[in-house]
C-alpha cells in the first residue's frame, strides 16, 4: 500500500532502511496473522506483501516499538478501524 504524497514527507529519509529492518525482525511475516511474504495468504490466497504499520498512527514516530510489519490484510483492518474512531471523533465535537 503506497503512501500517499501528503504523508511521504512526514517519514524519515531512511524509511525504506528501517521498514526493511522490521519486516526482517518480524521474520519475514505478518505479526498479526502469520502470513509469510511474498507467499499465497493464507485467507485470501493473493500474494502477501509485507507493510510497517505505526501503532499510534504517526509516521514521524519511528521507535521500534512503535512499529510492526503487517500483511496489507491486516494493515487495512487496522487503518480501516482508526478511521471509522476518527471519523466518529469529529462528528462528536
Known amino acids: 500500500m503506497p ?5 511521504k514527507k512526514l517519514y524519515p529519509s531512511n524509511w525504506k532502511q528501517i521498514s526493511a529492518l522490521m519486516r526482517i525482525k518480524a521474520g519475514n511475516k505478518c505479526e498479526l496473522c502469520d502470513a509469510p511474504n511474498g507467499k499465497p495468504h493464507p485467507i485470501t490466497g493473493s500474494k502477501v506483501v509485507l507493510t510497517v ?28 478501524k482508526y478511521k471509522a474512531w476518527k471519523r466518529k471523533q469529529k462528528k462528536s465535537v
Open 3 to 7: 503512501i500517499s504524497k501528503e504523508r
Open 53 to 80: 504499520h505505526h501503532l499510534d498512527f504517526d509516521p514521524t514516530h519511528n521507535e521500534e516499538y512503535n512499529l510492526i510489519a503487517l500483511c496489507q490484510r491486516c494493515h487495512i483492518r487496522l487503518d480501516a
